[in-house]
């Protein structure tokens, strides 16, 4: 029995790493999607049933053209896959705006809206830009037919790299509202984030994104 007490708070703290590794496991993030220049990972949060997405891919083009095409949000359905319409509200200032997004569901699913402000700035040593996009449910009225997104968050980082290519980084957790369980949500949220990425590889290739110049960001 001695040579067991001496052991017991060894004994003890190994049951605690052991129950504490599944909590720490799930906010590391686990790639899901590594093809055609674009990695996807997810992970898990404590305190939502939905997935943190992060969607990375690097381009060959200039800051300002990826911070003109995100600020360029009437032609977001161009690239964001699954964006059926998407209205500027109002331009608070050359960096920082509200605009109204409808996202197409497949059938009998309800589409989605939702009200988001992105403001972006830049670092003035890194270069790096961030852009923030907070979401205002209660912006505009609700329309009849199409639930309302409540709850979502998200984060552009946009770094300079060398040899004149850019890092392009998106994080996004978004409670989608209504009937749709977390485990179906969480099985399909990467595709759409995924898709996206894809076209932005096509989007910064069309005018006048090659060639923009924005006062405000310092290539």
């Known amino acids: ?9 060894l004994l003890l703290i190994l049951l ?8 720490s496991a799930q906010n590391e993030w686990k790639l899901k999607t590594d093809k055609d220049g674009v990695q996807v990972y997810m992970r ?8 943190t997405v992060k969607t990375v891919c690097t381009l060959k083009t ?13 032609r977001t359905p161009e690239w964001v896959y699954g964006t059926k319409a ?9 960096t920082t705006l509200y605009y109204y997004a409808e996202m197409g569901m497949p059938w009998p699913v309800s589409n989605r809206d939702f009200i988001i402000r992105i403001a972006m700035s ?12 907070t979401n205002l449910p209660t912006y505009i009225p609700p ?9 979502s968050s998200g984060l552009w980082t946009i770094s300079p790299m060398p040899n004149g290519q850019v890092r392009v980084e998106y994080v996004l957790q978004v409670d989608p509202g209504g009937s749709l369980p977390a485990s179906i949500v969480n099985m399909f949220s990467y595709n759409g984030p995924f898709q996206s990425f894809k076209n932005l590889f096509a989007q910064v ?15």
């Open 1 to 9: 029995m001695k040579h067991l007490h001496r052991f017991t708070p």
């Open 122 to 133: 830049q670092h003035p040593q890194t270069k790096v830009i961030t852009v923030t996009a």
């Open 86 to 94: 998407c209205k500027l509200l109002k331009q608070e200032s050359p």
């Open 62 to 74: 200039s800051l300002s053209s990826v911070a003109a095409i995100l600020l360029d949000v009437t």
């Open 16 to 23: 605690f790493v052991l129950q504490a590794m599944p909590l």
């Open 205 to 219: 290739k069309k005018d006048p994104y090659p060639s923009a110049h924005l006062p405000f960001i310092v290539n």
């Open 143 to 151: 329309k009849d037919g199409i639930v309302r997104i409540q709850r």
């Open 44 to 51: 898990g949060e404590e305190s939502s049933s939905y997935r």
